[in-house]
């Protein structure tokens, strides 16, 4: 009876959460608001498990009647509106501005300090500590920079001489950008020199690597987090690994400690926010200084970094638009007597080419802002309330033909001032727009215009056998498991070691040698399944040794996959049967190759419990 009066109870509360979360879905239409079918829990953006958010953001735009200016979505069960129409999106971005002034991301200053950057401060902090920062991007600071930036170009050409032989070579082009821009904010923003081309393993490359790389959370924990802050400051969760809090807490600590005992000035931003933090009491403190120092390396590393590298991506693909650009370079060089400050400000064709990379590539492809107070959405009755998303899909309306015709062209034309002139002021918000535009936009382009000038009079660019065209972004590629039949599992066992722990002492047969009670014994199943001795040229992939009469021939323990004893796996059959299943589907309609970006060999993940290759394992894939 009781368990009757359980599962009724459960059946409700499930219904009534249904109800509710049908109702919700239910907010813009109810509202009369354009609206696209969501779906539980990711609403509008459940794609983003799959793929980029570039292509869900463009996939959701062209879905839209572009006779509508927004759309109402879902990100989970949070409303939010997707402003699509030009002159709205200029109308949020600066004359509304004072409803939208926040980005709405997390942070938690409380227990993560460096969280509090400026990209993610709101309100009245938000406008205080960016009139602060402003002087520091001023041109002449900027001129001040030029130098740094100027010797890292130099280790980067220097880097690359030393790389390449008579014949062209093959490069990985994002992880030499990447060094170069680890170096520029290195020496930008914090003053040290890191020469990432001669010690790629530094502490700072390291550090940069975990924020990028391997974020303590996923894109989706971390828009949970930016929808439901509550959570977030109620369980104390950082934002950031504890690695990285104290990597940037000590090394700006560390640096100005330096600075003041030895006395030096020098021209990097840390130097300009010091005199900032001196200057009055409305100056810095020493926590908000080390955080804006963290957030130029985190706003100012990937972005440019990103942007160089699509860059040259792009000019290797269009060789007329490289040998123009080349040629602008050269002649700026010749004008001007080198690599001068003057020298990379009258490169007008190169800068065409940054733009439209900038325009294919934008770093942010979403914009996003949140309402501090209710709005009335221009020309309509309805009113958003405060702590509403709004989004700006940028990279969508950058390859929307009706503005930019054949977008995916490569065309650096496109920024002539003549063309730039006849667009509308929305169709290039690469940088953001308004009084949250980037404010590192001046060193960003600066960065761009060094690096690739420097690239461009030494060297040329060419797409190698390897060169990833199209361009695949990350998220959207096929990724197989290598979950397989029996030869794979000889090759790759799920775990590597299998564990036995003694519960009793045991004398090891032959010897006189007693272990102990709880001793533990490894069994090395992957090193012994690539044991010659057992299978002959172990590395080749050979499904003939799983042949009855072979397997016959072999020892018992020779394959332990699965384990053995009484402890042997219990889902066995289960798990082969969805080996079968699987290969079986993809075997009768798809043909598998390997593709330009296929890992050969594989690399193993080293932090997973069981055998895991180390990123996605990407293959062509043909209908059959
Ligand atoms: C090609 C290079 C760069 C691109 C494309 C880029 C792009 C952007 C974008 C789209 C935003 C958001 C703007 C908005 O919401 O309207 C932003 C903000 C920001 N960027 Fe950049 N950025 C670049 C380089 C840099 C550099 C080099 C730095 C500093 C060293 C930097 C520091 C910042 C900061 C601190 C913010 C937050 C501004 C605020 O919220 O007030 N960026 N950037």
């Not at 570039?54 to 759309?71: C, I, N």
């Not at 918000?429 to 761009?448: A, D, K, N, T, Y």
């Not at 059959?573 to 060999?601: C, D, E, K, W």
Request: proline share 8%.
């Amino acid at each position: 009876m009781a368990l009757h009066v359980g599962l009724f109870l459960l059946a409700g509360v499930f219904a009534l959460l249904y109800a509710l979360i049908v109702q919700r879905y239910r907010y813009w239409k109810i509202r009369n608001i354009p609206t696209l079918p969501a779906s539980f829990p990711l609403g509008n953006f459940g794609a983003l498990r799959r793929r980029s958010p570039a292509e869900v953001s463009t996939e959701l735009y062209r879905q839209m009647d572009p006779k509508e200016r927004f759309y109402g979505l879902f990100i989970t069960l949070k409303p939010a509106i997707m402003v699509t129409d030009l002159d709205l999106i200029k109308t949020v971005l600066i004359k509304d501005f004072n409803y939208f002034p926040d980005h709405g991301i997390y942070r938690n200053e409380r227990v993560d300090p460096i969280s509090a950057h400026l990209f993610c401060l709101e309100g009245a902090k938000w406008k205080s500590v960016r009139s602060k920062l402003s002087p520091t991007f001023t041109s002449g600071r900027m001129k001040a920079m030029f130098p740094v930036l100027h010797e890292v170009a130099g280790n980067f050409r220097q880097y690359l001489q030393t790389q390449l032989t008579a014949e062209p070579t093959e490069l990985d082009l994002k992880d030499c950008c990447a060094r170069m821009m680890i170096d520029n904010i290195g020496g930008c923003a914090f003053g040290i020199e890191c020469n990432s081309f001669r010690e790629p393993n530094s502490a700072f490359r390291r550090t940069g690597q975990l924020v990028f790389d391997s974020p303590r959370y996923s894109a989706l924990a971390t828009s949970v987090l930016t929808l439901y802050p509550a959570i977030g400051h109620a369980l104390g969760l950082k934002m950031h690994h504890d690695e990285v809090i104290e990597f940037f807490t000590e090394l700006v600590r560390d640096t100005i400690a330096m600075r003041e005992r030895s006395a030096t000035k020098r021209n990097d931003l840390l130097e300009i926010m010091l005199e900032l933090k001196s200057a009055t009491e409305a100056g810095l403190t020493m926590d908000e200084l080390t955080a804006q120092a963290f957030g130029f390396f985190l706003a100012g590393y990937e972005t440019s970094s990103s942007n160089i590298t699509f860059c040259l991506y792009e000019l290797a693909l269009n060789e007329e638009c490289q040998e123009r650009a080349r040629a602008c370079v050269l002649e700026a060089l010749r004008k001007h007597g080198g690599m001068t400050y003057e020298a990379i400000a009258d490169m007008e064709y190169l800068d065409r080419c940054i733009n439209e990379t900038l325009r294919k590539y934008p770093p942010l492809p979403v914009l996003h802002r949140l309402s501090c107070k209710p709005y009335r959405l221009p020309g309509t009755d309805v009113i958003l309330p405060a702590k509403t998303k709004l989004l700006i899909p940028v990279y969508a309306i950058q390859r929307d033909e009706r503005y930019y015709p054949d977008p995916e062209r490569f065309d650096p034309d496109r920024f002539a001032p003549e063309e730039v002139a006849k667009r509308h002021f929305s169709t290039f918000l690469s940088f953001g727009e308004g009084p949250r535009i980037c404010i590192g936009q001046g060193l960003g382009v600066m960065q761009s215009r060094v690096g690739l000038a420097t690239l461009l009079a030494n060297f040329r660019f060419r797409p190698g056998p390897t060169t990833p065209i199209p361009l695949v972004y990350a998220k959207n590629a096929l990724t197989l498991q290598n979950n397989g039949p029996v030869q794979t599992l000889r090759k790759y066992p799920p775990l590597p070691v299998l564990h036995r722990l003694s519960c009793k002492p045991y004398r090891l047969p032959g010897t006189d040698v007693i272990l102990p009670a709880k001793t533990k014994l490894l069994i090395p199943v992957y090193a012994i399944q690539r044991d010659e001795r057992y299978y002959p040229d172990p590395e080749r992939f050979d499904p003939d040794r799983f042949a009855p009469e072979e397997v016959a021939k072999r020892h018992f323990s020779t394959f332990l996959s699965f384990g053995e004893g009484p402890r042997i796996c219990f889902g066995q059959r289960l798990g082969v049967m969805q080996s079968r299943v699987g290969l079986a589907t993809l075997l009768a309609n798809f043909r598998f190759r390997p593709g330009p970006t296929t890992p050969i060999p594989l690399v193993y993940a080293k932090n997973a419990l069981t055998l895991q290759n180390n990123g996605p394992v990407r293959l062509l894939v043909e209908p059959l």
